[in-house]
């Protein structure tokens, strides 16, 4: 999910920095592209997804091509949620969090 949100947004910045763009244009343009790379790296996923989810909505809002950035906006929040999988430089980074939920009666931790 991460690679196919990271090369569809690398691909669409690169075509609109190629037609020669007005000035927010390009920023847009040129933050895809960089979104694009934290996503296809894995580096500060949870951020380039809320970032990816908020970006596709503003598109939505401005643009007539909503479906696409809808599910791209999508697709960003399910990754800010999520976080960036095994193979990422946040987990090498910061390691896997591991969530144990112990049994309230007995104090100890539930059988599994």
Do not use: C
Not at 1 to 30: D, K, Y
Not at 42 to 53: D, R, S
Not at 60 to 69: D, E, K, M, P
């Amino acid at each position: 999910m991460r690679l196919a949100a990271g090369m569809e947004l690398v691909v669409r910045g690169v075509v609109v920095l190629l037609a020669a763009p007005p000035l927010g244009s390009a920023l847009f343009g040129a933050s895809s592209v960089g979104l694009g790379i934290l996503l296809l790296v894995g580096l500060w996923t949870p951020v380039a997804g809320a970032l990816l989810a908020v970006g596709a909505l503003w598109n939505v809002l401005a643009s007539g091509h909503s479906w696409h950035w809808i599910m791209l906006a999508a697709v960003g929040a399910a990754l800010a949620l999520l976080g960036p999988g095994t193979w990422s430089v946040d987990a090498r980074l910061f390691g896997w969090r591991r969530l144990e939920i112990r049994d309230q009666k007995s104090g100890g931790s539930p059988p599994f």
